[in-house]
């Protein structure tokens, strides 16, 4: 089954901390997207990947830098961490164009 | 401004009624509207969707209706369980978009037994 793992689970971090957050995707899918969610708000699209090495920007990418490594891998940095990332991250994957997604079970940031 | 709007923020229903989930939308290029559900703790997943081509999507208790005039859609959940209590989140995707989905803020159900 498709599967989409994010890591950590949960992050607490101080104000201008740097913070990595790692997702892997198992099902050989080219796109992979970040989104947070904030109550209120839904979920916002950070950045997005066509595939490795490819990097386009989403609705709300200000204070965040994210990495294809590979096609399975996707990483999202917060080089200075602030309060306003306070945040519920999820990362979904998907397999072609006008495919649907799969999400990962998030990851809970905490900046402090 | 949201693209993607959805009504009402929350709902209570007792089991066995019919909830009703409302979201509509303002580009006019938008034709595919998934819907997600999302149980505490957990990621969204795929519940049921339509493409802009079709006035109605079923699948089991679940019902799409959708208004391509109006640039509306509505969630029907009949028969509603407290199974059903979850986050529903409306979403829209553009050809033109890649495969970039815009969601709503979501509409947390509640189903009291």
């Known amino acids: 089954e498709a599967a989409v793992t994010q890591s950590p689970r949960n992050k607490v971090t101080v104000t201008g901390g740097n913070v990595t957050l790692s997702c892997r995707q198992t099902?050989?899918?080219?796109?992979m997207y970040w989104y947070r969610q904030d109550t209120g708000h839904g979920l916002r699209l950070i950045h997005y990947?066509?595939?490795?090495?490819?990097?386009q920007i989403g609705d709300v990418p200000d204070g965040y830098k994210a990495t294809r490594t590979t096609q399975e891998d996707f990483f999202l940095l917060l080089e200075l961490a602030s309060p306003s990332q306070t945040s519920l991250y999820f990362c979904?994957?998907?397999?072609?164009?006008?495919?649907?997604?799969?999400f990962g079970s998030g990851t809970r940031l905490l900046v402090i | 401004q949201q693209q993607v709007r959805q009504s009402p923020q929350s709902l209570t229903v007792w089991e066995g009624e019919t909830a009703i989930l409302n979201c509509s939308y303002e580009?006019?290029?938008?034709?595919?509207f998934p819907w997600y559900q999302q149980f505490p703790g957990e990621g969204p997943a795929l519940l049921i969707s339509?493409?802009?081509?079709?006035d109605k999507k079923e699948d089991g208790r679940f019902t799409i209706f959708f208004n391509k005039r109006e640039k509306k859609l509505s969630l029907h959940i009949t028969d509603s369980q407290p199974g059903d209590s979850a986050t529903y989140f409306c979403?829209?995707?553009?050809?033109?978009?890649?495969?970039?989905?815009?969601f709503g803020i979501g509409t947390r159900v509640l189903v009291r037994p």
């Open positions: 979904a994957s998907s397999g072609t164009i006008n495919s649907d997604y799969t």
């Open positions: 099902n050989s899918h080219n796109y």
């Open positions: 990947s066509y595939g490795a090495g490819n990097l």
């Open positions: 580009d006019s290029t938008f034709n595919y």
């Open positions: 339509i493409s802009s081509v079709s």
């Open positions: 979403a829209a995707r553009a050809n033109s978009a890649g495969n970039k989905l815009t």
